[in-house]
């Protein structure tokens, strides 16, 4: 999250209202962002679900993946049973005897992994495109708008589809076709806020001093358009984390070895009609909350970093 | 108006040719089609017979350019499972899949409209609050969680409706449908209220947005100085004007309530396009799978380009930016 406030900080600079004394724009940006207590909880939430998914093999109760120390004798053991080890699981015990919060931990390690990955690398391709296009403008603009256009006419899970249905499974390939899913938007964005900023003056100072172009685009016109980008980052982050989720459910995302929140979701689905309802319902629990979370925080930066809803 | 209708024309051609290239790309050059359609014993010979039947042996243009042919006519093969030709699998399927779809827009209009409109006069209330807060939830989680979730409790739980399946269907115009039967209609509640969320969420969001908006305009100041009633008011003046935005968004995202319904059919066994697109990739039926992508791309392009020049029809200043640039 630091990192986030931290780009922030240079984004926010132009916003309109004036600045007291010894108030940095970030401290404004902060103060900002506290006023709503929907979204301090909101941040509290994500800062919970990344330490987790950072400390996750310290904190967790047992390794799932340690295929000596799971045993099938466990399966299916309810909510506060003691397991062959000794160790009580607190939410219970999956279809093949981990424990349900080893296992969810894991998953969320995985879920996060993914989408904040898949999310970094589309930022990068989108935000390049981007920038080109309203740098550049004319004939490039034009095809690599249209791209998007067309692109963004389909629903994100029917490219999804198309992508894995074809490709196969595997954590590589769900990645690719999460990437895929999100440039356009990336794009889009900045290539929104770039044109606006393409006729400062600044960048015309930048341009007569001589500057080379890939400076004058990354070094002065992208700080520039980086609070809507921030936003529409978050927002991916949390749609590529739900978009992971129902593709594996479906089947089509990850390996079985490497259970992401939506496996387990789907893992359980089984059970769930014998009455234990533990295996679907708690991973579930954690991908709406990890995605709540996300959304609010996502929503609240919306409010405060756009300039136009400024008091 | 013609040039832009043939651009548009144009652009739809383009990517049906750009997906089919994917799709078959994918299907056919990524995966080794001969592994899966030859028995493990078969001797050499056997193997060449094979892959000379299939063209496999052509070069990838030629061997697209037959896919194309065929696909044109209509033929995309037949299913290995079942079979039967691949696109009469689909079209079996498709109204399932479009009963589940317009089911679930119109719990989404009916129930969304009133609350969006509701929660934009009241903007301040805490039922509209509650109703924001709700919608917001909507769009957060996930859809298939949601559905197992709501056989948890009205199917395992409660044991008031039935789960998985289309119940039983009667014929309307030739087409099984199941509203018409109390058993169907018990059977698509769920899997309709389910797929319907996402647009609920949406359209209370877009009734709210429309209703603050229309509601500070001089009609309907005009019309409460006319002394008309304040349901006169909402009903149609209102109601009118916020229809506009609802209508357009709605009209889109019929294309994408059939793709998702992907996942609604796959949590609920609702037999239609999309769990046997799912049930196709389990057993690898590569016809079918190729069938289906086709298919719902091509519906996608043709609804798009439907809107695009609906739109242009509607308001020239579309067509006038779009011939310009």
């Known amino acids: 999250m630091t990192a986030v406030h931290d780009d922030t900080n240079v984004g926010g600079a132009g916003a309109a209202k004036p600045i007291a004394e010894g108030e940095t724009p970030f401290r404004r940006f902060l103060n900002d962002y506290a006023e709503s207590k929907v979204a301090v909880g909101g941040a509290v939430g994500v800062a919970i679900v990344l330490l987790i998914a950072l400390f996750g093999p310290w904190i967790s109760p047992t390794d799932p993946y340690d295929l000596a120390s799971v045993t099938f004798m466990d399966n299916r053991l309810h909510p506060g049973g003691t397991m062959g080890s000794g160790v009580t699981a607190m939410l219970g015990t999956d279809g093949l005897g981990r424990d349900m919060v080893s296992a969810m931990i894991y998953g969320l390690r995985i879920s996060l992994g993914v989408g904040i990955g898949s999310g970094i690398i589309a930022l990068l391709i989108g935000v390049s495109f981007g920038l080109c296009a309203a740098y550049f403008g004319g004939k490039v603009d034009t095809v690599i708008m249209r791209v998007v256009d067309i692109q963004l006419s389909f629903p994100a899970i029917l490219i999804a589809l198309v992508l894995l249905a074809t490709l196969g499974k595997g954590i590589d390939k769900i990645i690719v076709a999460l990437v895929l899913v999100q440039w356009a938007y990336y794009a889009r964005t900045v290539r929104g806020s770039a044109l606006v900023e393409r006729r400062r003056e600044y960048i015309e100072a930048a341009t007569c001093l001589g500057l080379s172009k890939p400076r004058v685009i990354f070094g002065h016109m992208l700080p520039n358009c980086l609070p809507p980008l921030i936003v529409v980052a978050t927002m991916q982050v949390a749609h590529a984390i739900l978009l992971e989720a129902t593709l594996s459910f479906l089947g089509l995302g990850l390996p079985v070895t490497e259970p992401s929140l939506g496996l387990l979701i789907a893992n359980g689905f089984e059970y769930m009609m014998s009455g234990e309802y533990w295996i679907s319902v708690y991973p579930g629990l954690a991908l709406l909350f990890t995605i709540v979370t996300i959304n609010v925080v996502g929503d609240r930066l919306r409010d405060v970093l756009n300039p136009r809803l400024q008091k | 108006m013609t040039v832009f209708v043939i651009r548009r024309l144009l652009q739809a051609a383009l990517v049906m040719i750009i997906m089919s290239l994917l799709v078959f790309g994918g299907v056919f050059l990524v995966g080794d089609p001969v592994e899966m359609l030859v028995a493990d014993d078969a001797d050499q010979a056997e193997r060449q017979a094979i892959i000379k039947s299939m063209g496999l042996d052509l070069p990838f243009y030629m061997q697209y350019l037959r896919f194309i042919g065929n696909a044109l006519q209509g033929d995309m093969g037949n299913s290995f499972v079942f079979q039967e030709p691949a696109m009469e699998l689909i079209l079996e399927r498709m109204p399932a899949t479009f009963e589940l779809a317009i089911a679930a827009l119109l719990i989404a209009v009916v129930i969304g409209i009133p609350l969006g409109i509701y929660a934009g006069l009241k903007a301040d209330s805490w039922m509209s ?67 319907a969320l996402f647009k609920l969420s949406m359209v209370i969001r877009l009734a709210r947005a429309g209703t603050r908006e229309v509601v500070h305009q001089d009609y309907i100041k005009f019309a409460r100085a006319k002394g008309l009633s304040t349901g006169r008011i909402i009903g149609v003046h209102l109601f009118k004007n916020i229809m506009i935005p609802v209508v357009t968004v709605l009209g889109l995202e019929f294309g994408g309530l059939i793709a998702f319904s992907v996942v609604t059919e796959t949590v609920f066994a609702w037999p239609g396009m999309g769990k046997l697109l799912i049930d196709s990739i389990g057993f690898l039926d590569r016809p079918v799978i190729v069938a289906y992508l086709l298919f719902v791309v091509g519906l996608f392009v043709f609804i798009n380009l439907v809107v695009d020049v609906l739109y242009s029809v509607l308001d020239p200043r579309v067509r006038l930016q779009e011939v310009k640039s």
């Open chain 2, 129 to 195: 609050k509650t109703i924001m807060t709700a919608s917001i939830l909507g769009f957060s989680v996930p859809t298939f969680w949601v559905g197992i979730m709501m056989i948890l409790f009205f199917a395992v739980i409660l044991g008031w409706l039935p789960s998985t399946g289309r119940g039983d269907t009667v014929e309307l115009f030739g087409i099984p449908v199941s509203f018409l039967t109390l058993d169907g209609l018990q059977h698509l509640i769920l899997p309709a209220v389910n797929l």
